[in-house]
């Protein structure tokens, strides 16, 4: 059964960029046109496809979705427009296609840029005409879908390189949705990560969720987010996961494989010993290890050692890892 509009997935977010993304989709979503949407995996293409359909007039017909990326031309063929008996190897009866699914709906091709040329032809004549050929068939079946095409690279450059044809993305593109990515969303980050972690300690039957520390809240802004929203929420679930109930979330577990692999700790000396030289001997190989596997940055390898930003550059110093005015990664003295 079709969503009702008022039950839309949410669309979370304050930064200007992101509110106008979402603006331009509700004033979209009632032109029965194509419509591109663009961005890095992971923003949230998805959401902006169902958005145009379930505010459109098209909200009680199907909402049907395919991954381009994930299907050979054979599979992509047969999955979109369907073939009759006998079309290949294993087809032993006819099969609709998404196609003939989405009649009446809407058709989302996330990772459209995958198609292989022959394919992009294909889906050209079925936008421009209705019409289309099921793989091993011969008489045309029409259909009355709209599309939303998604992409995580600039189809212009493809067009430019010959990989993509330039009449597919000027009938695709009757406008362009661009997502932006978290790291360009400011606060947001904070407003999803909430979210996110109300919602999982629900899931994971905690009567609440007591908030994020400073240290965690440190580490969701200066982290650069290459997964964007699906990564935050995976990152958030974690590090909830990893917090007994009732207690904040002091450190974001950003590396699930983290300590996955560590050595065995080395056996602690015997006595007798000079303590303090051992402490700081311990202390320095600890600090330049963090250091390391945050590949320098120390905002990050702060944040695997439970430590704050200037704590930890104070640390540094102290054993001799850092040279007074010597800038970290974030540019701070």
């Known amino acids: ?17 992101f509110l106008k993304a979402v603006e331009q989709t509700s004033c979209l979503a009632g032109i029965n046109r194509p419509v591109l949407v663009l961005g890095e995996r992971g923003t949230g293409k998805e959401l902006i496809a169902a958005r145009l359909h379930y505010l459109s007039p098209r909200w009680q017909g199907p909402l049907v979705k395919v991954n381009c990326a994930a299907l050979t031309e054979t599979l992509l063929d047969s999955e ?34 995958t198609m292989s040329p022959r394919l992009q032809e294909k889906l050209l004549r079925a936008i421009e005409y209705g019409e289309f050929e099921r793989v091993g068939g011969t008489g045309l079946r ?27 993305l000027d009938r695709l593109a009757f406008d362009v949705i661009a997502v932006p990515p978290l790291r360009e969303r400011g606060d947001d980050v904070i407003l999803l990560a909430e979210h996110f972690a109300v919602r999982a300690a629900r899931e994971f ?36 996961f990893h917090v007994a109930a009732g207690e904040p979330v002091e450190r974001l577990c950003l590396d699930p494989f983290a300590g996955a692999f560590a050595p065995l700790p080395a056996a602690l000396p015997e006595p007798p010993l000079k303590l303090d030289e051992w402490l700081g001997a311990s202390e320095r190989t600890l600090l330049a290890r963090a250091l390391e596997r945050a590949g320098g940055h120390q905002g990050h390898a702060a944040e695997s050692l439970g430590l704050g930003y200037h704590q930890f550059r104070s640390r540094l110093r102290r054993c001799g890892l850092l040279a007074p005015g010597r800038r970290g990664a974030s540019g701070k003295e």
Do not use: C, Q
Not at 2 to 13: K, M
Not at 81 to 109: K, Q, V
């Open 205 to 240: 039957g905690r009567s609440l969720f007591p908030g994020f520390g400073e240290i965690a809240l440190a580490a969701l802004r200066s982290h650069s987010w290459p997964g964007n929203v699906r990564e935050l929420r995976n990152a958030v679930e974690r590090s909830l």
């Open 142 to 168: 029409r259909v009355d879908v709209r599309i939303i095409g998604a992409a995580n690279i600039d189809l212009r450059t493809e067009v430019d390189a010959g990989r993509f044809r330039a009449d597919l």
């Open 1 to 17: 059964m079709a969503l009702e509009p008022d039950t839309l997935p949410p669309l979370i977010g304050e930064h200007p960029r």
């Open 80 to 113: 979109l427009f369907g073939h009759e008996g006998g079309a290949f190897t294993g087809a032993r009866g006819a099969r609709s296609g998404r196609f003939e699914r989405a009649d009446g709906g809407t058709l989302f091709l996330d990772e459209v840029a």
